[in-house]
Structure formats: C-alpha cells, structure tokens
C-alpha cells in the first residue's frame, strides 16, 4: 500500500475542502472505517468517467492519502489516469460538487465527470 499524506504525494492531490466535505459525508452515513475511494471507469460520454464512493477496504496497492481522520482511496490503474490530479469540493450558486482537475485529460464533457486521454 503507498501511503502519503495530502501535502506529501504529487501523484495525486486532495484539497482542504474536499477532505472537509467528505468528513461531513461519512459523519452523516454513520458507518464506521469508511474511506472515500477516488476511480476512474470506462465509459462516459467522453471514453473515461470519474467516480467516488465509500469502501470500508483498503487494497493492499492502494495510494492512501489521510488527513484528520479522513482516507482517500486512488487504486494503480486509476491513479495512472489521475497522476498529477487535484481532487477537490466546490461550492458554487449553481451547485456543489467534488471536481477533479486532471491535467492528463485531453477534452472533457458537460457534466464533469467524462474525460478522454491521449
């Protein structure tokens, strides 16, 4: 398992904001041991798409990225789609959402959660 802290990896970023939001996510599921596991699936309307979920697991090739109690969860094959990557919370007047800023991702669609690489 690789393990960095959110200030320690430049493979993959979690921001302040996305880490408060998940806390509060997790508080109000009420289970206990959750973890927030970033991954990257085919599919989309652009070839890629994000998705985030709660796993009580931690896969032995996990990256974990912690802070205060809260865990990130990215597996290898989707943290090399996400390398560089910042994961992040915005709240917005036509929303909030978590966002990831991926510099890898060549075109995007509306919804923010599709991607397609080179």
């Known amino acids: 398992m690789t393990q960095a802290s959110a200030t320690e990896t430049t493979e993959f970023r979690v921001t302040d904001a996305a880490f408060q939001r998940v806390a509060e996510l997790i508080a109000d599921d009420g289970r ?15 070839g890629f798409q994000y998705d985030f979920g709660f796993d009580p697991e931690i896969g032995e090739e996990d990256l974990k990225i912690e802070k205060d109690g809260v865990t990130v969860l990215v597996d290898p094959v ?15 007047l036509i929303g909030s959402s978590f966002q990831v800023r991926n510099p890898n991702a060549t075109a995007s669609c509306g919804c923010g959660t599709s991607f397609s690489v080179m």
């Open 32 to 46: 206990d041991g959750l973890k927030l596991r970033v991954q990257v699936l085919g599919g989309g309307c652009s």
């Open 78 to 92: 989707s943290l090399e789609y996400l390398k560089g990557s910042e994961f992040d919370y915005v709240e917005e």
